[in-house]
């Protein structure tokens, strides 16, 4: 079984950036999809970016697409998760995820539901 540990998050001002790493123990990423979603005090947890380990398809949530780049790195069993032009209403818990269960030429998931092993989360904080 894969165990994620997410790290980098912190505090910064807008129009910052930051860089969340999520880190695989166990078993590697190389057949699974790698996910980020975030959630926000009193609000559900959302979709940010999702990559397809096996054929490197990404997809990105619309609010922050051309804002973040989800990336991985196999020798390292790391996926990254680059945000920049950071705005106050990117304050979450970030966690990542894995979908250990499916095999996809080019489909990436996205839905809550389709990944099974969770990390604990790491906590970015966006000031105004």
């Known amino acids: 079984q894969v165990q994620l540990v997410e790290s980098g998050g912190g505090l910064v001002q807008a129009g910052g950036s930051l860089r969340l790493s999520c880190a695989a123990s166990?078993?590697?990423?190389?057949?699974?999809?790698i996910g980020w979603f975030r959630q926000a005090p009193g609000k559900e947890r959302e979709f940010v970016a999702a990559?397809?380990?096996?054929?490197?398809?990404?997809y990105y949530a619309d609010s922050v697409k051309g804002r973040c780049t989800i990336s991985g790195d196999n020798a390292k069993n790391t996926v990254y998760l680059q945000m920049n032009s950071l705005k106050p209403e990117d304050t979450a818990v970030y966690y990542c995820?894995?979908?250990?269960?499916?095999?996809?030429?080019?489909?990436?998931?996205?839905?809550?539901?389709?990944?099974?092993?969770w990390g604990p989360g790491t906590q970015v904080t966006v000031s105004s």
């Open positions: 990559i397809n380990w096996s054929s490197g398809y990404t």
């Open positions: 995820a894995a979908n250990t269960g499916g095999r996809y030429l080019s489909y990436v998931p996205r839905f809550r539901s389709e990944f099974d092993v």
């Open positions: 166990g078993r590697t990423f190389s057949s699974y999809s």
